[in-house]
């Protein structure tokens, strides 16, 4: 019996060796056919087999794989004799066209076609369109359409093609109807709901989409509910699972699982540096560690420590590090390391702009931080990419590092995608003194250079503005920017001051950041101006009556250290400006200073705290003009009129020389704590105007104030503010105004690109 098995075994190894030999031959020539409209070569470029190659059977099933793969074909037959291969195809149809039924919003038909794996002109192929009913029912769940339904009809016609009808129907959006969180003892659910993105469907949330059921946004609540207990202390904590049940017809319960594990204190905070760095530079970080020990543990308050390292390796010049950080839990605290190395030291070698067709290359280049040459630096090619992502003419801004480790050097490739940057916009406002329209055309990135073109026009009851103005914020290729602007004023102040102004101009300038967040700007100002009073307008204005010219210098200086420029939590803004005559027919001096100061009393709360100083003064001690007076905007004081307090000449308003305001505002999250869309703010603002220079007896009668609640709305049509105020100190003529609305809005200029 065993050398029976012997024998068998022999006899099959000798089989299987003459068969593999019989299948493994050199391969002479490939022929194609069965093919009409995909040529030969376009096949061979689809094959990894070349002549002279052994040619085996696990070749033979690459080759079909790979002609399988490409959905041109419905049959593929291969046979190898005599060392020629010849394949066999059976071409799939061609879509001729697509229609698609039941879908009348133009926004979900976009986005069927845009993910849609089918393309007119391209192969059919019926696992494709098995994938393809998969992702359009996948997209229009997350559309909130989760009892959609959908057909697909194949037509074959003559000359091998197809036509293709999706039959659509969307059915009623998935409400969400209740959104509970199992297992949380530590926050009120009302908390919860206000840190995810979904919302509980109500009937004045008839804006927002998030109160339907969307797989992927309840994938993103998943995340940011895990942010948020690790930010509050709960290290450990886990989202086991979230899901949606149906209550009934199309109201869902969504529901997440949570496990928050014991709250986690920070412990022990030590910071490893190389020897031979200064640990005097490093202080800042050590002042971090004490103000954190003992706190709960926080993921933003790590992130925090990680960019002040990087801004203070950034500052010092600090080329080759890395910074990392090492955790050590306990029982309930968790020790940090913060690990920062020497890496190896790279030198970019090249920097590749890939992808812009319009913009022009020094555009992007002179966003960056690096350049050829420079050694490598992580942190600087992440500021430089944050840098050309702020332009805001790309879509989309990739990056492909490519080391060379024999060199020591590194390529940058960098991937950008272009948008349209021309936009139109308007704004609209109404109050009880009167309303206001204004419209503008800008581009962004005109000729592809980075040059920003603005025109736009303001109407009032009393006055039109137009002004147009070019900038090109890297002049020369440099980080200074330069900018021209020329405006035309009429205000018609008959009725509030006595007299009416034309006033035409022309300004050209020059703003660059001096130091870290400080930036200086100068800039030269022309303007020629024309007054003209009425009869009611008193003697000395009358006075002025004529023609001026106004040649001055403008020097402003701002140091923005604001965490961030749109609902700013923390930081303060210095701004100062200063007009000082060159050619003047009054030789006025101007002095104009405000302080923002941004910080918040609780979650999610946005209050600031602004003072506001302005000053304008005749250097040959002359009266200034009427135009040049001082008035107290209504921005600055809500509830009065603009320019319709302080000093009286009669029955006119003159304004002053000095003004100034404090001006407070606190948003209350909590009375739309499940809205993004709506914002309840409380304010108060106090102000004062005083100073006549050709009359010292006309005062201003001192301080004004108000209070008074806001509500900021972002509407379909665009941002919309309501202001109620309650003016609590005034005096006798100030006219008053309790209510005003304003609208703005930004349409995109989607379908126009200005070419020369």
Not at 14 to 20: A, E, H, M, R, W
Not at 82 to 87: P, V, Y
Not at 676 to 688: G, S
Request: aromatic letters at 14%; charged letters at 25%; one cysteine or more.
């Amino acid at each position: 019996m065993k050398y029976i098995k012997i024998l068998f075994t022999s006899f099959y190894l000798v089989l299987f060796c003459i068969s593999t030999h019989a299948f493994s031959e050199t391969l002479n020539k490939i022929e194609i056919l069965g093919n009409d409209r995909i040529s030969d070569e376009t096949i061979k470029l689809f094959i990894s087999t070349e002549i002279n190659e052994k040619i085996d059977d696990e070749k033979l099933n690459n080759i079909l794989k790979e002609l399988y793969g490409t959905y041109f074909f419905s049959d593929i037959k291969l046979s190898f004799n005599n060392r020629i291969l010849k394949i066999n195809v059976k071409e799939n149809p061609i879509i001729e066209n697509i229609t698609y039924d039941g879908v009348k919003n133009s926004r979900i038909l976009e986005i069927i076609k845009n993910d849609s794996l089918i393309k007119e002109r391209s192969s059919y192929n019926e696992n494709k369109i098995k994938k393809e009913k998969i992702k359009i029912q996948n997209i229009l769940k997350n559309l909130g359409y989760y009892n959609s339904s959908l057909e697909i009809q194949v037509n074959q016609s003559k000359d091998n093609l197809v036509s293709i009808a999706y039959d659509i129907n969307l059915g009623k959006k998935s409400k969400i109807k209740k959104i509970t969180f199992v297992g949380n003892k530590i926050f009120k659910d009302k908390k919860l709901r206000n840190v995810i993105t979904s919302t509980e469907y109500k009937f004045w949330k008839f804006i927002s989409g998030r109160k339907f059921l969307n797989q992927n946004v309840v994938s993103l609540d998943e995340r940011l509910l895990n942010n948020f207990y690790k930010n509050n202390g709960y290290y450990n904590v886990k989202i086991n699972s979230s899901f949606a049940k149906l209550i009934a017809d199309n109201n869902f319960e969504l529901i997440f699982n949570i496990e928050p594990g014991s709250k986690i204190y920070f412990g022990k905070l030590d910071l490893n540096i190389p020897p031979d760095f200064d640990e005097n530079n490093f202080s800042s970080i050590r002042k971090l560690f004490k103000k954190t020990k003992g706190k709960p543990y926080s993921i933003n308050t790590i992130d925090k420590i990680l960019e002040e390292i990087d801004y203070i390796t950034t500052q010092e010049q600090y080329k080759f590090i890395k910074a990392n950080v090492s955790e050590s839990l306990g029982e309930n605290t968790i020790d940090l390391k913060f690990n920062v190395e020497e890496g190896d030291k790279f030198y970019v070698n090249r920097i590749n702009i890939l992808g812009n067709t319009v913009t022009s290359e020094n555009v992007i280049r002179n966003q960056l931080m690096v350049d050829e040459g420079d050694p490598y630096s992580e942190i600087l090619v992440n500021k430089s990419i944050n840098n050309i992502k702020s332009l805001n003419f790309f879509k989309t801004v990739k990056t492909n590092i490519n080391n060379n480790e024999v060199n020591k050097t590194k390529s940058i490739d960098i991937l950008v995608e272009e948008k349209p940057t021309g936009e139109i916009y308007a704004q609209a406002g109404a109050g009880t003194s009167g309303g206001s329209f204004g419209m503008g055309v800008k581009e962004n990135n005109f000729l592809g250079n980075g040059i920003g073109l603005d025109t736009n026009f303001e109407l009032t009851s009393e006055s039109f503005k137009g002004k147009f103005s070019i900038t090109n914020p890297h002049f020369n290729n440099s980080n200074r920017s330069l900018f021209v602007s020329a405006e035309a004023t009429e205000n018609d102040n008959y009725q509030t001051f006595g007299y009416k102004t034309n006033k035409t101009g022309l300004s050209i300038g020059t703003n660059f950041e001096y130091l870290n967040d400080f930036y200086l700007g100068l800039a030269n100002s022309n303007f020629y101006e024309e007054i003209q009073t009425n009869s009611t307008a008193s003697a000395q204005q009358q006075a002025q009556e004529g023609n001026y010219w106004d040649s001055f210098i403008k020097i402003d200086m701002n140091y923005d250290k604001r965490n961030q420029k749109f609902q700013t939590s923390s930081g303060f803004r210095s701004y100062y400006s200063l007009d000082l005559p060159v050619i003047s027919d009054t030789n006025t001096i101007k002095n104009y200073y405000n302080y923002s100061h941004y910080f918040d009393f609780f979650e999610k709360n946005f209050s600031s705290i602004s003072i506001y100083l302005q000053t304008a003064n005749s250097l040959n001690n002359k009266d200034i003009k009427l135009s040049e007076r001082i008035t107290i905007p209504s921005s600055r004081l809500r509830g009065f009129e603009a320019g319709r307090v302080g000093p009286r000449d009669g029955d006119d308003y003159v304004g002053g020389n000095y003004a100034y305001s404090i001006n407070f505002a606190s948003n209350v999250p909590q009375i739309f704590e499940d809205s993004q869309n709506l914002d309840f703010l409380v304010f108060a603002d106090a102000a004062d105007i005083w100073g006549v220079d050709y009359n010292s007896s006309i005062k201003g009668d001192g301080i004004r104030s108000s209070v008074g609640v806001a509500l900021d709305w972002m509407s379909p049509v665009g941002p919309m503010n309501f202001t109620l105020a309650y003016p609590v100190t005034k005096k006798t003529g100030d006219k008053t105004e309790s209510f005003r609305f304003n609208l703005g809005t930004t349409f995109w200029w989607n379908y126009l690109r200005i070419s020369f």
